[in-house]
């Protein structure tokens, strides 16, 4: 089992930042792969960003994000992170915190096995 505690989520204006963490325990942190997800009120959940590798250097991104968004992990703190800068009142949703086994189809919601509670963005314009 794998526990996932989302923080760091906000209101903040257009071209804002917010870091959001997600902390685990359960399980072998660094053997995860881990990734972001979100959900607009009426839609569904969607990919933001994952990331595979030991080293944190095998990243994957959604196009909305792409360049405005940062995911690392830190594996000695047992901790991922989501960097958002240059926000926009579009990627307001619930983030969501996963983590799954197998390294591949990280993209797919139905792929990973522990999720977070979720963390509130709210971007004004």
């Known amino acids: 089992q794998v526990q996932l505690v989302e923080s760091g989520g906000g209101l903040v204006q257009a071209g804002g930042s917010l870091r959001l963490s997600c902390a685990a325990s359960?399980?072998?942190?660094?053997?995860?792969?881990m990734g972001w997800f979100r959900q607009a009120p009426g839609k569904g959940r969607e990919f933001v960003a994952a990331?595979?590798?030991?080293?944190?250097?095998?990243?994957d991104y959604a196009d909305s994000v792409k360049g405005r968004f940062t995911i690392s992990r830190d594996n000695a703190k047992n901790t991922m992170y989501l960097q958002m800068n240059s926000l926009k009142p579009e990627d307001t949703a619930v983030y969501y915190c996963a983590a799954k086994i197998s390294l591949f189809e990280v993209t797919l919601v139905s792929g990973y096995n522990y999720w977070g509670q979720g963390t509130q963005v709210t971007v004004s314009s």
């Open positions: 990331i595979t590798s030991w080293t944190g250097s095998s990243t």
């Open positions: 359960g399980r072998t942190f660094s053997s995860l792969a």
